[in-house]
C-alpha cells in the first residue's frame, strides 16, 4: 500500500482544510486508516481513524466536534476535514493504513505502532 497525502496549508484561526490520503495497491475499504500528526518539539499523536468491514470512526478528544474522517471508495481516497482550526492544530499530519488482513480492534487505532503504512505528511500551519 503507498498513501499520498496532501492539502495542508495556511490558514488562518477558525478557518478549514480538507486533507486527502489517496492510496495505491489496494482498496480503501478493506483497511483501517487513521490520521496522525506531529507538532515541533512534540510526539506523534493520534488525530482520527475509520475502520472498515463496518462503522467506525475514532477522534481524539482535542478534535472530536471539529474534524471528520471520511472515506470514498470510489476514488480511493480518505479524508481528514478540519474546521474551527485552532493554533494548536499547526503540526505535520500523516495518515496511515493498517495492513493486517482482519478488521482490527477499535483500541489499537489509537497506536501510531499499529499502523504498517504511511503517507509522506502535509503539513498545517494555522495562524492566530
Known amino acids: 500500500v503507498q498513501l499520498q497525502a496532501s492539502g495542508g496549508g495556511l490558514v488562518q484561526a477558525g478557518g478549514s482544510l480538507r486533507l486527502s490520503c489517496e492510496a495505491s495497491?489496494?482498496?480503501?475499504?478493506?483497511?483501517?486508516t487513521g490520521w496522525f500528526r506531529q507538532a515541533p518539539g512534540k510526539e506523534r499523536e493520534f488525530v482520527a481513524a475509520v475502520n472498515w468491514g463496518g462503522p467506525g470512526t475514532y477522534y481524539a478528544n482535542s478534535v472530536k466536534g471539529r474534524f471528520t474522517i471520511s472515506r470514498d471508495n470510489a476514488k480511493n481516497t480518505v479524508y481528514l476535514q478540519m474546521n474551527s482550526l485552532k493554533s494548536e492544530d499547526t503540526a505535520v499530519y500523516y495518515c496511515?493504513?493498517?495492513?493486517?488482513?482482519?478488521?482490527?480492534?477499535?483500541?489499537?487505532?489509537?497506536?501510531?505502532?499499529?499502523?504498517?503504512?504511511w503517507g509522506q505528511g502535509t503539513l498545517v500551519t494555522v495562524s492566530s
Open positions: 496511515a493504513a493498517y495492513g493486517g488482513p482482519s478488521r482490527p480492534i477499535a483500541s489499537t487505532l489509537w497506536r501510531d505502532s499499529s499502523y504498517h503504512y
Open positions: 495497491g489496494r482498496a480503501v475499504g478493506t483497511f483501517a
